[in-house]
């Protein structure tokens, strides 16, 4: 019996699955599945084209992030005239987002998804029509109304689902414009099941509930208004899986993370493998009779 590893999105509280990943790696725990949606994606992405978790910490934690952050100022300033004049603006958002997406093409070595080592599934949505788009290295069939990519490059199914509206342009793929895949699916365990595992742990890093104070800025803002917009359908999501035998839930404690913090992205490493620490026992018990089914 085969089992998947879902990341959820959180923005830099996606180093928490780093620290998810190097607890199962330390134990021989590799997931033959893999999805994530916003952060998660990245992490899924790095993942399943054969970077090992410490890799990918050395990759995230070594970046000089304001390198990548391209703001769009000319768009900015053309915005506020238009609103000023025409009380109007398209401003799509305030990052354009190419160099983040140079960034992630070096890093598949402009692959495609289907190049993945891994199987793997990344969630993003049409801004447009709320349609989910599913990016994956194989067809996939589903009740579900979507759209399944799986000719298009890495980087780009990337790029689409970390796309966090009002922060990031959105991406402009196939007369399409693709936002945070979170909107509609921030767990995206369904895409497990839909790529083929029996199966599934499930890294949960969204919005806890909690006060968060001194939330400011637009980007935060923006950041902080998709977190609790996403929290009741999480709560649902949540709720329905913890009732289901195939599922393992890990929730490491990132209440004080905002999801732009970068300066907090080693802490939120240290948290997710203290979580995936605390939980070892149970995550063997779920895993083990897997892996003794696969040698049988």
Known sequence: MSWGLCLSGGGIRGGAHIGVLKILEEYGFKPQYITGTSAGAIVASLYSFGYSAKQIEEIMTGLDIKKY??????GILDALKDLFINKNTYLTGLVNGNKLEELFQELTHDGFISDAKIPLGVV???????QVFKFTSHPIKSKEKYTNITDCKTYEAIRASISIPGYFKPKEFRGHLLVDGGIRDNLP??????????????????FAGKNSENVHGIAEIAVQALDIMMYDSFEKSLLSLNTKENVFIINPRLPDIKP??????NLAIARGYEAAQKELPRIKEFILPVRQNQAD
């Open 189 to 206: 365990v369904d895409l497990l099941v839909e790529l083929g595992a029996k199966k599934m742990v499930v890294v949960n890093l969204g």
């Open 260 to 265: 732009l913090d970068f300066k907090k992205l």
């Open 69 to 74: 952050i391209d703001i769009d100022v000319n």
């Open 124 to 130: 993003a949505v049409d801004i447009n029509t709320a």
